[in-house]
């Protein structure tokens, strides 16, 4: 079996220590959820967050703050996330302790932490947040800080006075570490389809996918085909090879399955990242992935360039439209996404829709319809 390569991002790390602050008095610790996963679509009742730019590195976050791309300031008057949507980050694992990210943790409730047995029978033990298929513990911590910047990306906690925000910063990231570089003889794939069943079968709505390969799994093709029969959207990179996935295939982001929505890297300026493979066929839209500022190990903080920051964001998107609207199937989401793109010129002929993802567009849409 073919190793599952992590799409490796360009990074600068910026050492940047967290100043806490103590907001016990403004705002409560967040509480675990029961997160029972609804295939079919469920009304949730919106929780709000007032609208606050506490977060100190805000600023140093163009995706945030660049309304002619993204618009996500717009879209946050509509929806700021919600609990109990859950997000299964498969990629390098997380820095649990993270001051940006860890009231963001997905909380398997069925499970009672450090008793040593698999509570839940679902043939973990102890696995509260997640799981590492690396090593097979119940430790999901990232050695590499790719999947610690994915997930900031996608859920980073807003208004705390701490770092930046993530797209949806009220989320549950299940996560699930499918590669590690101080293991470089594991069996990527096969990690990466046992993250996929775990993610399926333990309630996760949307699964977020930052690595890939060149040959076809039928495997890997088949649960997320069963994750498509749950309802679950799937958000995959389309890769950093500089290639056209139309003649040169990339999976997961290039299986024919509808619900994946498969997501290259756009810069500031709206041009594709140099190194975003495209494709007009195969690569469905674009989203911010160039020197995307985000969360690292150590309660850290850098940027990172690649279609994985691209495909975070877009999973973003996604998870504050099911916050706001409930758990739709993967079909009408993924539909409703492609359809609210900012049209872009340099775009045309390089992507299937042509442009960009627009968080703002596909709130609105959806309010006019639900």
Same mark, same amino acid.
């Given at each position: 079996?073919?190793?599952?390569?992590?799409?490796?991002?360009?990074?600068?790390?910026?050492?940047?220590?967290?100043?806490?602050?103590?907001?016990?008095?403004?705002?409560?610790?967040?509480?675990?959820?029961?997160?029972?996963? @609804?295939?079919?679509?469920?009304?949730?009742?919106?929780? &709000?967050?007032?609208?606050?730019?506490?977060?100190?590195?805000?600023? =140093?976050?163009?995706?945030?703050?660049?309304?002619?791309?993204?618009?996500?300031?717009?879209?946050? =008057?509509?929806?700021?996330?919600?609990?109990?949507?859950?997000?299964?980050?498969?990629?390098?694992?997380?820095?649990?302790?993270?001051?940006?990210?860890? !009231?963001?943790?997905?909380?398997?409730?069925?499970?009672?932490?450090?008793?040593?047995?698999?509570?839940?029978?679902?043939?973990?033990?102890?696995?509260?947040?997640?799981?590492?298929?690396?090593?097979?513990?119940?430790?999901?911590?990232?050695?590499?800080?790719?999947?610690?910047?994915?997930?900031?990306?996608?859920?980073?906690?807003?208004?705390?006075?701490?770092?930046?925000?993530?797209?949806?910063?009220?989320?549950?990231?299940?996560?699930?570490?499918? *590669?590690?570089?101080?293991?470089?003889?594991?069996?990527?794939?096969?990690?990466?389809?046992?993250? &996929?069943?775990?993610?399926?079968?333990?309630?996760?709505?949307?699964?977020? *996918?930052?690595?890939?390969?060149?040959?076809?799994?039928?495997?890997?093709?088949?649960?997320?085909?069963?994750?498509?029969?749950?309802?679950?959207?799937?958000?995959?990179?389309?890769?950093?090879?500089?290639? !056209?996935?139309?003649?040169?295939?990339?999976?997961?982001?290039?299986?024919?399955?509808?619900?994946?929505?498969? @997501?290259?890297?756009?810069?500031?300026?709206?041009?594709?990242?140099?190194?975003?493979?495209?494709?007009?066929?195969?690569?469905?839209?674009?989203?911010?992935?160039?020197? @995307? *500022?985000?969360?690292?190990?150590?309660?850290?903080?850098?940027?990172?360039?690649?279609?994985?920051?691209?495909?975070? @964001?877009?999973?973003?998107?996604?998870?504050?439209?099911?916050?706001?609207?409930?758990?739709?199937?993967?079909?009408?989401?993924?539909?409703?996404?492609?359809?609210?793109?900012?049209?872009?010129?340099?775009?045309? !002929?390089?992507?299937?829709?042509?442009?960009?993802?627009?968080?703002?567009?596909?709130?609105?849409?959806?309010?006019?319809?639900?």
């Amino acid at each position: 079996m073919r190793n599952r390569v992590l799409i490796v991002s360009i990074y600068i790390l910026l050492i940047t220590f967290v100043l806490a602050f103590n907001l016990k008095s403004w705002v409560g610790p967040y509480t675990a959820l029961n997160n029972p996963f @609804v295939p079919q679509a469920q009304a949730f009742a919106p929780t &709000f967050v007032a609208p606050t730019l506490l977060d100190p590195y805000l600023s =140093k976050s163009w995706v945030l703050e660049d309304q002619k791309n993204l618009n996500i300031q717009d879209a946050w =008057k509509l929806s700021q996330g919600d609990k109990r949507i859950i997000v299964a980050v498969i990629d390098t694992g997380i820095d649990l302790t993270h001051p940006d990210l860890k !009231n963001n943790l997905w909380q398997n409730t069925k499970e009672i932490p450090g008793n040593g047995i698999d509570d839940d029978g679902n043939g973990y033990i102890d696995d509260i947040h997640g799981w590492n298929f690396v090593a097979n513990t119940n430790r999901p911590e990232d050695d590499h800080g790719h999947g610690t910047h994915v997930a900031g990306i996608i859920g980073a906690v807003k208004g705390n006075g701490i770092g930046i925000s993530g797209i949806c910063p009220n989320v549950s990231l299940m996560i699930l570490k499918y *590669y590690a570089q101080s293991a470089p003889g594991s069996d990527n794939l096969k990690n990466t389809i046992q993250a &996929f069943k775990y993610a399926v079968q333990n309630g996760a709505h949307i699964i977020n *996918y930052s690595g890939g390969g060149a040959e076809f799994s039928s495997a890997e093709h088949a649960v997320i085909e069963e994750a498509r029969k749950k309802g679950i959207l799937v958000i995959a990179a389309a890769g950093n090879e500089r290639q !056209n996935a139309d003649t040169h295939a990339y999976y997961p982001a290039s299986y024919d399955l509808e619900n994946i929505i498969s @997501v290259a890297a756009i810069t500031q300026d709206q041009n594709l990242v140099d190194s975003s493979n495209y494709g007009p066929e195969r690569i469905d839209v674009a989203a911010p992935g160039h020197q @995307v *500022y985000s969360t690292l190990p150590g309660g850290k903080y850098g940027t990172m360039t690649g279609t994985s920051q691209a495909t975070a @964001v877009v999973t973003g998107v996604a998870a504050l439209a099911l916050s706001k609207f409930g758990v739709l199937p993967a079909t009408q989401i993924k539909a409703v996404i492609l359809k609210n793109i900012l049209p872009v010129k340099q775009l045309k !002929n390089r992507v299937k829709t042509g442009g960009i993802v627009n968080a703002d567009q596909v709130l609105k849409d959806l309010s006019r319809t639900q």
